[in-house]
Each structure stands twice: as structure tokens, then as C-alpha cells.
């Protein structure tokens, strides 16, 4: 199971100005991937990869920067690749909720060979992947974090959420954990997790690493490797931050971290 970063910024500047690309992850096993998150770009971004094992996606929330080529990927799946396409998203994407509109169409749902509301339905499957989710702290009170696993290791993924010790269990058992980090330590901003809230996240849990991503325009003007240099005498696991086009594990670009 590798982790293919398209993209690794987030929030509306960074999105805008593409401070970062914001294309979302693959997530690729041995017979299948998952799309996580095809914001902005994913499409141009995707060809790089090996789309044709593609097997569906998973959109966490209905945020631009999170669902913005959904729709493009769905027919990259469904019709160029004429493969078998599961769509997992909570209620506010699939439907829309409160003054949020549903952030993929009808047509396009359609299109799914299946869908999963994870508002209803917090686990499923694609392909060798078994996928838990968990409703997190965010503007979209429909957010969904998430857990997916293959037969030998388990990523777990922090979405957009502010802190909260009651999220902290669900992660338990992961090999390595994806934060997504709006803020460094001296920024915080509602509905999002800021590097000082990552110590706490980990306390009580043993992954072998974390990678820091999903980074704002705040984020990427403060002095990224003091932060991270804090952070490693902070906790044991080891720190990643993401950078644009890296896989993890065994992409040689890691050694520079």
C-alpha cells in the first residue's frame, strides 16, 4: 500500500493562488487505488499515475478543495476506464446540507456503480481496502475521517477537524497517520487542526510516522523547517511534511526529510 500526494495544500489562498497543488491522494495497493479528496487540478494531475486501477473515491466533505474534480475523476473511472466506480461520501456531498449544496450531481452519481453515504454507513469496501470513517469537528458538520486498510497496514487519515480527545481513539492501531494541518503553532482557526494540537493527537497512540499536510498559505510562510524541528523533539514517530508528487513509503525524496 503506497500514498501518492498530488497535492498538498489546502484552505481557500493556498487553493486560489495554488501556493501548493491542491490534487488530493491516491492511496494504491497490489490490485486496486482509491482517489481521497480530488480537489482542484486532480484531473491534470492524475495522469501521472496508474489510473486505470482506479476503483472509486472517497471525497471527505463538501469543500472545494476537496471535491472540486470529483466529477472528473468519476468519469476518468466509470467511462474512460470503464471500471467498476464506488463513490463514498457523507451526507453534505451526496445531498447537500444546511445552506451546503450537494457537491456532486445527480448525473455523475449516476454514474457510480455504487455509492456509500458515510453519514448513514461509516464502513465499506474498495477493492482490498476496507475503509472505516468517523464524523470529525469542522465547518462541514458532515466531515468524515477516515481509516483504510489492507491486509498488512492501516493509514489513518485527520481530516479537516479542530482538536478534540474525543477523535483520538478511532485512530488507535494505525501504522502511520495523515494530518491534515491548516495552522503552525502560532496560528489557529476554527474547524481545523493547527501543529500545536499534533503532540496532543499522538500521545496516545503508536504509529510509526505522521505526515503533516494540507498545508495554508499561513502554514507555508512560516518557517516550515523550524516547525517541523519542533515537532520532531516533540514526539517519537517520524515526521513527514508532504510535499507535492511524494509517495509514502519508498519514495527516495523522503531521505530529504
Known amino acids: 500500500m503506497k500514498l501518492h500526494f498530488l497535492g498538498t495544500g489546502g484552505g481557500r489562498y493556498a487553493t486560489a493562488k495554488q501556493l501548493r497543488k491542491t490534487a488530493g491522494m491516491i492511496l494504491e495497493g497490489e490490485e486496486s487505488s482509491i482517489y481521497i479528496d480530488p ?16 476503483g472509486g473515491l472517497i471525497v471527505t466533505h463538501s469543500h ?12 476518468l473511472v466509470s467511462v474512460i476506464h470503464e471500471n467498476s466506480c464506488k463513490l463514498l461520501a457523507p451526507e453534505s456531498v451526496l445531498n447537500g446540507y444546511g445552506d451546503m449544496e450537494k457537491s456532486v450531481s445527480n448525473y455523475h452519481q449516476e454514474m457510480c456503480t455504487a455509492k456509500v453515504n458515510l453519514t448513514d454507513k461509516p464502513y465499506a469496501e474498495i477493492g482490498e481496502f476496507k475503509i472505516e470513517t468517523q464524523e470529525m469537528f469542522h465547518n462541514d458538520p458532515k466531515t468524515r ?6 491486509e498488512v497496514k492501516t493509514f489513518g487519515f485527520w ?6 480527545d474525543e477523535l483520538i481513539k478511532f485512530y488507535q492501531g494505525c501504522d502511520a497517520l495523515i494530518i491534515n494541518c491548516n495552522r503552525p ?3 489557529n482557526i476554527r474547524g481545523h487542526t493547527s501543529l500545536t494540537d499534533v503532540p496532543k493527537i499522538l500521545e496516545e497512540l503508536d504509529v510509526k510516522a505522521v505526515i503533516i499536510t494540507h498545508f495554508s498559505d499561513k502554514f507555508l510562510e512560516s ?8 515537532l520532531d523533539d516533540q514526539v517519537d514517530a517520524k515526521v513527514i511534511f508532504s510535499e507535492d508528487g511524494m509517495t509514502y513509503p519508498g519514495d527516495r525524496k523522503l531521505s530529504s526529510f
Open 64 to 75: 472545494p478543495d476537496h471535491y472540486c474534480d470529483a466529477e472528473s475523476i468519476i468519469e
Open 39 to 54: 480537489g482542484p487540478g486532480s484531473l491534470v494531475e492524475c495522469q501521472e499515475y496508474s489510473t486505470e486501477k482506479l
Open 223 to 230: 518557517d516550515m523547517e523550524e516547525e517541523k524541528a519542533w
Open 145 to 150: 475521517g477516515l481509516k483504510i486498510s489492507d
Open 185 to 187: 503553532r502560532e496560528g
Open 159 to 164: 481530516t479537516d477537524s479542530n482538536y478534540s
